[in-house]
């Protein structure tokens, strides 16, 4: 059934991505008020230090891991003084450690080659060898795809890198997999949600998207002109993300969101593109509906950034958390039936 456009009742936001995100040396601080996000680290001309092999951290990143499908698993790195390990590959070896609650030995399980992600928008050295940078230089998390979890519990990843002017180094990263997916999942019918639109009556701009805020408009009109639902009565696909530009707690939200835009322009006869915006009123700690629909998780939390493919039949085709690779989108939207 579709939904109105806001939820008026106060819920917790982003803590279940906040915690990896704070960890990855990715803030300086949290996005949690008006003043919107502010880069870590302490500019780009300083020199970061080596730190000790036992100094690299793994942080899982990815969000609503669950049982029997391939996924895609992203990892950060990170040293002690919050610089970040960037570039080149990572290789993962996951290993299963039992239910929540009642830890065993590792059980060897899937492995996986991992390539670094950068967000969107941000210069790449052209570097082929991770290397230490600070999060000013580059920021992004080390993805791998199809990695199918066998068993609900607790996992451990053990990531492998080589790390220039730092040499091999692992880290180990504990995480949970659920036995079904809380948020819609590949395969799912997504949830035929009526969206604000800049159509929408009697709606501020900043419920539409908060970016309005600072820039006084909606800075991305095509992608706030289609509803989800309208999408699926019509059988059109659609890309779909979640965001917050302005009170993101990660640095992730604002890139997220210029990449669909951009990608809007290029693919504008494949799809329909939407950003549904998080806050109806930030101030107020109101939620937009459409966000509270498709992102809250059991706990009643909310994460995101969030992307949804949405084939011509209204099913769920694919979806990415916290942060994505545009050439992976690009080609999901390329293999759409053409118009």
């Known amino acids: 059934m579709a939904r109105r456009g806001a939820a008026r009742g106060r819920a917790p936001v982003h803590a279940g991505v906040l915690a990896p995100l704070l960890a990855l040396g990715i803030m300086a601080a949290s996005c949690g008020g008006p003043g919107g996000t502010t880069s870590g680290g302490t500019g780009a001309g300083a020199t970061p230090p080596t730190p000790q092999r036992s100094d690299v951290v793994a942080i899982v990143a990815s969000v609503d891991l669950y049982v029997g499908a391939p996924q895609r698993v992203a990892v950060g790195l990170v040293t002690n003084d919050n610089r970040l390990v960037s570039y080149g590959t990572a290789e993962l070896a996951f290993a299963y450690l039992g239910p929540a609650g009642q830890p065993g030995e590792p059980?060897?399980?899937?492995?996986?080659?991992?390539?670094?992600?950068?967000?969107?928008?941000?210069?790449?050295?052209g570097a082929d060898r991770p290397a230490i940078t600070l999060p000013s230089e580059a920021r992004g998390v080390y993805e791998a795809s199809g990695v199918t979890f066998d068993r609900a519990g607790i996992w451990q990843v053990r990531v492998g890198v080589d790390v220039e002017t730092?040499?091999?180094?692992?880290?180990?990263?504990?995480?949970?997999?659920?036995?079904?997916?809380?948020l819609p999942a590949p395969g799912d019918p997504a949830p035929r949600t009526e969206n604000l639109t800049l159509g929408s009556e009697g709606v501020p701009e900043a419920a539409i998207d908060s970016r309005a805020v600072t820039a006084g408009k909606v800075p991305d009109p095509e992608l706030h002109r289609a509803t989800i639902a309208?999408?699926?009565?019509?059988?059109?696909?659609?890309?779909?993300?979640?965001?917050?530009?302005?009170?993101?707690?990660?640095?992730?939200?604002?890139?997220?969101?210029?990449?669909?835009?951009?990608?809007?322009?290029?693919?504008?006869?494949?799809?329909?593109?939407?950003?549904?915006?998080?806050?109806?009123?930030?101030?107020?700690?109101?939620?937009?509906?459409?966000?509270?629909?498709?992102?809250?998780?059991?706990?009643?939390?909310?994460?995101?950034?969030?992307?949804?493919?949405?084939?011509?039949?209204?099913?769920?085709?694919?979806?990415?958390?916290?942060?994505?690779?545009?050439?992976?989108?690009?080609?999901?939207?390329?293999?759409?039936?053409?118009?």
């Open 166 to 182: 730092l040499g091999p180094t692992t880290a180990l990263a504990a995480f949970e997999v659920a036995e079904e997916p809380a």
């Open 107 to 125: 059980q060897p399980g899937p492995r996986a080659t991992a390539t670094f992600v950068p967000t969107y928008g941000t210069e790449t050295s």
């Open 230 to 339: 309208e999408a699926i009565r019509e059988g059109r696909p659609a890309l779909v993300v979640f965001a917050t530009p302005v009170y993101c707690v990660s640095q992730f939200c604002g890139p997220v969101t210029d990449m669909v835009q951009d990608l809007a322009h290029r693919y504008a006869d494949r799809a329909a593109f939407i950003h549904v915006e998080i806050w109806e009123d930030y101030e107020a700690q109101e939620l937009n509906e459409a966000a509270v629909e498709w992102l809250r998780m059991p706990d009643g939390n909310l994460t995101e950034p969030w992307l949804f493919l949405i084939g011509p039949d209204g099913r769920i085709l694919d979806r990415w958390s916290s942060l994505w690779s545009e050439d992976e989108v690009a080609r999901a939207l390329e293999a759409l039936p053409a118009p």
